[in-house]
């Protein structure tokens, strides 16, 4: 079955760091890929996709590349502030095998200091 | 209103009572669903609709029960529940069921006394 792998939290950094995010997947059929974020007390939003290999998804500073050879969607930002502290998700849709919801991951905490 | 919004916000209820939590999505999307989320696990799917016909059921106990009776509003009828029941519920819409991105609203966070 499909299942997401996310590295376990909580990561803190400091403001202005580079933050990464690994994010392995594995799927049956061909996946696109999503990162979702989760602001304290909130639901969560979508952050960037990836719908085929070698694609990169972006938005708000972060981005993330679909790399099939080795199953993996990290995300990055080469700068964090305090307000990214958030519950990051990393999640796929699988077109292969018809199941109709998307798998996440158990999603990582970041934590940002000033 | 726009987007995917949830009531109420918030919701205590004790065991032996009966409430519904309501979503309502206003993007035209023809797919919902309802998400668990729990302290320190991941998200856990239990419903999903399309087209207001139920296609996926996660093995979740009758004390939940959904309805969804347009594509634009889906309800989650709770009674009996247990204090592990208490968590964030979830209510998401896609384009269709599965292929898309979803979009989710803020949730309603159930306590179970």
Same mark, same amino acid.
């Given at each position: 079955g499909n299942s997401v792998t996310q590295?376990?939290?909580?990561?803190?950094?400091?403001?202005?760091?580079f933050l990464t995010i690994n994010c392995t997947y594995t799927a049956t059929g061909y996946p696109s890929l999503f990162w979702y974020v989760q602001y304290p007390g909130e639901g969560l939003q979508l952050l960037l996709?990836?719908?085929k290999a070698d694609d990169k998804g972006s938005n708000k500073g972060f981005e993330?590349?679909?790399?099939?050879?080795t199953t993996s969607f990290h995300l990055e930002k080469g700068s964090v502030q305090v307000s990214d502290s958030a519950v990051y998700f990393c999640a796929l849709s699988d077109h292969g095998t018809g199941r109709r919801a998307l798998t996440f991951g158990s999603g990582?905490?970041?934590q940002v200091q000033p | 209103e726009t987007g995917v919004t949830q009531t109420p916000?918030?919701?205590v209820m004790g065991m032996t009572n009966k409430k519904s939590l309501k979503c309502e999505q206003h993007l035209g999307h023809n797919a919902m669903y309802w998400y668990k989320q729990s302290a320190k696990k991941p998200l856990e799917l239990m419903f999903v609709y399309s087209l207001e016909e139920r296609v996926e059921n996660n093995s979740v106990p009758s004390r939940f029960s959904p309805e969804c009776p347009n594509s634009s509003h889906l309800f989650l009828h709770l009674h009996t529940l247990? =204090?592990?029941?208490?968590a964030l519920y979830l209510c998401a819409s896609s384009p269709s069921a599965g292929d898309?991105?979803?979009?989710?609203? =803020?949730g309603t966070r159930l306590t179970v006394t």
């Open positions: 590295m376990e939290g909580p990561v803190t950094l400091s403001e202005e760091a996709k990836a719908t993330a590349t679909y790399r099939k050879e990582t905490r970041l | 916000r918030h919701l247990q =204090p592990e029941d208490s898309y991105e979803q979009y989710f609203g =803020p």
